[in-house]
């Protein structure tokens, strides 16, 4: 049964509440690759909680499209690089639908600069790294037992400086791994998916290869960076 959004992240849920047995939060899930994740997860029976940074409009036309679909959704503004909105954006998922599924991080823009020096990169590249930490850390402490995280971002197209590598490929496979390794006894899975930002097909790709993850089938897959054009690193 659907859940209509508002901007606030405040939800209204139906009187009888939702049947919907999986719950996904999608940071940046209102729009590019994060939207297509969107609609293949709600899709597939889950209920969506996607988050935004600023376009309050896109964010309700996405959850709108769902609803259309006959699907669960409910949109939360979230700075994913500030703390106290990560936290309240669990926490307001946790209330509205129990327990979490799945979280893809989707929010991150690492590799999309125009200036890759190390000296001419700006803070707000620096800041999706540090909101990949924030959301991977909430992620760790709340997806329930045998759930799973995928981390999604753009590759660099041309890597110039060595501090490319080092902010996009280096820093979310560095995570993924490690907490790979600390998830393991909580039987709980996390890769990344890596896409060329250039390609025409790249969101739907992604999303096929973030639905292979959170299905059955990956249970055994934790601690990859997966490339659309199906290599791995």
Request: with cysteine.
């Amino acid at each position: 049964m659907p859940a209509s959004a508002h901007s606030d992240g405040m939800a209204t849920l139906p009187a009888d509440g939702t049947d919907t047995n999986r719950v996904a939060i999608v940071t940046g899930g209102a729009r590019g690759v994060g939207l297509e994740i969107t609609r293949t997860l709600a899709g597939r029976g889950f209920a969506v909680v996607l988050s935004y940074a600023a376009d309050q409009a896109a964010a309700e036309a996405a959850v709108e499209e769902v609803l259309a679909a006959d699907g669960v959704a409910l949109a939360v503004r979230a700075d994913v690089a500030d703390e106290l909105d990560v936290a309240r954006l669990f926490g307001e998922t946790t209330e509205a639908f129990a327990e979490i599924d799945v979280v893809a991080h989707a929010a991150s823009q690492l590799a999309l600069g125009h200036d890759e020096s190390f000296g001419g990169s700006d803070a707000q590249q620096w800041n999706d790294i540090h909101g990949a930490f924030v959301v991977n850390q909430q992620a760790a402490r709340q997806v329930r037992r045998g759930g799973t995280i995928v981390n999604v971002y753009a590759e660099q197209l041309v890597c110039p400086t060595p501090a490319i590598g080092t902010r996009s490929n280096g820093a979310i496979g560095v995570m993924t791994r490690a907490l790979a390794r600390e998830l393991h006894e909580q039987d709980v899975t996390i890769n990344a998916v890596a896409y060329r930002p250039d390609g025409p097909e790249a969101p739907t790709a992604v999303a096929a290869i973030v639905w292979f993850l959170v299905s059955g089938d990956a249970r055994n897959l934790s601690g990859h960076v997966i490339h659309v054009d199906g290599n791995a690193a």
